[in-house]
Structure formats: C-alpha cells, structure tokens
C-alpha cells in the first residue's frame, strides 16, 4: 500500500495530466483546420463541425458523467473515460474521411465527459481528510487545464510542422496510456445510488445539436430552407421539452432552482460568453491567419501568442486578485477589458495586417484568463456545499456550449464573407 501522501500525488499527477488531453484538445485543433480541409476536401461549415463536435458531446454530457461516477464509482469511470478518449484520438489521427473525423470527435467529447467529474471525485477522494490540500490540488489540477488551453496552438503548430495534422491527435496515445498506468493502481471508489435524468439526458443533447446544427449550416443551406427550418423547430421543441422535464424530476440533471441564485445564475453566463468569444476568435483567427495571410501551422501557432500567453498569467494572477478585489469586481473589469480588446477588432476593414489583429490580442487575452477563476470562485461561494458539485459542473459545461456556440456563430457569420 503506498503512503498516502505518495496515493495523493498519483491521484494528482494522473488526472492532471488526463485533464491536459481533454483541455488540449479544445485548442490545437484550430491550428491544423486548413490542412484537415486540403486533405479531407471538406468546407467551412465542415471544419466547424470538426470543432463543434467534441465540445458539444462534452457539453451535453457533463452533468450526467457526474451522475454516473457516482453510481458506479468514480475511479472506473475515469478509466473508462481516459479509455475512450484515447481510442478516439487514435482514431481521430487515422481518419480517411471527414465524416470518420467527426464521429471520432464526438467519441472524444463522451470521453472526457466521463473522466473530468470523476477526476475531481478522485482528487476529493484523496484528500478528504486534508481540505487544505484538496483546495491547492485543485489549484493545481484546474491550472494544469488553463495552461494547456493557452499552448494548444502553439504545440499543435509545432506537432503539424514537424509530423502533419494526425500527430495532435496520436500525440494522445502515449500520454493517454501514461495516465492510464498511473491511474490504474488507484483506489477503488465508492458508490452511491444515484437516478440518471435519461430523458432529461435525451432532451438536452437533442437541444444542443440541432441549435449548433442550424447556426453552422444555415449560412450554407439558407436560413429559409426547409432543414434549417425543421431543425429550427426541433431545437425549440428539444429546449421546451427539457425545461419541462427539469421541473419536473425528482433529481434533474440540472436543478433548475439554481438560476434563482442571481450570482450563480451571472457566473454561469459570463463564463458562457467569455467561452463564445475567445473559441470563436480562436477558430477565426486560425482560418484568418492561415489561409488570407498564408501562415503555416506553425506561424498560426506563435502569432496566437499575444493571446495565449496572456490567458495563462491571467489565470495565475486570477487567485490574487479575487483576494484583493472580490470575485464580482474582477468579472466586471474582465468584462471590461473584452470589450476593450474587441471592439476593436470590430471596426478593421476585411483584411488588416497582422500588427492591427494582434495589438488588441493581450487584453482579450487577459480578460479570458480572469475570468474563469473569478467566475468559479463567485459561483462556489454562492452555493450550498451539497451543491457545489452540480453547481461546478453547470459552469463547466457553460463553457463548452459557449465554446460549440462561437465556433458556430463566428463561422457562420463570415463563411460567405473572408473564405470565399
């Protein structure tokens, strides 16, 4: 039996570096989407659906990936997830066609569903005697996934130069089994009887990707064609239907009494825009970049700088700041600084220069960087503790539909406008 300071370093150490591979992936794939499009021989819309589909599997299945660590135990859950999403990524990297791509995407999304909730049971676990020292894992855990967010670019440019756009995804392989390894000799967690909200499950999921659907191919099939208008209406069925069942269930996926908490209910809005714009300025850029200014990966990657590097010292900074300003002050002054950085960007003609896109890069940056830990620390402390964990995992997956949503809107926005 290993001491248990050496049992909570491993718990550490594996899912930390589990939770790099899912945040990771949420990032590098921008900066190999022009070379998936000359290989795959697919379009704008379809390297939208590239990106969406792993951020909107997750999304829509976070909640009940928590539900399900509870039931049959967090540590084969995590397993299972870290299984998954390591397959995928294999399969991912032997893509022959887009429509392969897509479905190995979206098995990444179930995968990382699965093993983010159950990594934070782990780590929970670990440390349930040590609240101190769960909080600073925790630290290290959710800054482990800001760095990786904030380099994705770069090390995918740096993978695509040097072996080609499969290698973001077989990179997975390795350090997927690695985590694997380390994880596989972890405790056994225990159980508790927990319903899943299935049709609450059903609905939501079928909400989520007919709205993405009708935002990434409206532009391309028109607004008034007849599945765009279908698909609209189901959208708005699946959203009814969801809300319906959610106050009506014993145990909802999403408790829906919690947006009666106006912190919570801002905390889980901001971190859903704050996702919105920065992925979709990431796809944008990413395209922008590459095929206007005839970037390679790599360049893409280390002209993504201003904006990368900043999230990162903003999420270190973060912690301090809360203690110094409180968590709604520091919101309100990111919020300001993303207008202040993108505005901006609203005004320049259809093709400014790499100096004009990049000036306004760092504040963006910055104000992503802050508000993710300010929005968590505000949200957490305006819950019930035996709701943190469902309170957490609505703001997690507010990020990812912000994430799918940007990536939807800002490319459909201009798919007949910089790409033709």
Known sequence: MPSPLLAQRQVLAATSLSYVLVILDTSIVNVALERIAATLHTGISGLQWVVSAYTLSFASLLLSGGALGDRFGARRLYL????????????????????????????????AALLVPASLALINQAYITDPAGRAAAIGVWAGCG???MAAGPLLGGVL?????????????LPL??????????????????????L?????????????????????????????????????????SAFIWIETRQAQPMLPLTLFANPVFSVCVAVSLVSALVLYGLVFLLSLYFQRVLGYSPLCTGLAFLP????????????GRLVRAWGSQRLIGGALLLYLAGFGPLLLYGPTPSYLWVALPMPVIGLAAGLITPAATSALMEAVDKHRAGIAA??????????????????GGLLAGHLWT
Request: glycine share 12%.
């Open 176 to 197: 997927g089994l690695v985590a694997i390894a380390l994880s596989a000799r972890l405790n056994p967690s225990e159980r508790s009887p927990r319903v899943l909200d």
């Open 80 to 111: 299972l997830g870290l299984a998954l999403f390591t397959l995928a990524s294999v399969l991912c990297g032997v893509s022959g066609d887009w429509t392969t791509l897509v479905a190995a995407r979206v098995l990444q999304g179930v995968g």
């Open 307 to 318: 904006l990368t590097a900043l999230v990162s010292l903003g999420s270190l900074v973060a």
């Open 160 to 172: 695509i130069e040097l072996f080609g756009w499969r290698s973001i995804f077989l990179a997975n």
């Open 393 to 410: 995992g609505t703001l997690n997956a507010a990020r990812q539909v912000g994430a799918a949503l940007g990536v939807a809107l800002f």
């Open 199 to 239: 049709r609450g499950q059903f609905s939501a999921m079928l909400a989520l990707a007919t709205l993405i659907g009708v935002l990434i191919e409206g532009p391309v099939r028109g607004w008034s064609s007849m599945p765009i208008l279908l698909a609209g209406v189901l959208s708005v069925a699946a959203w």
């Open 146 to 148: 800001g760095i990786a």
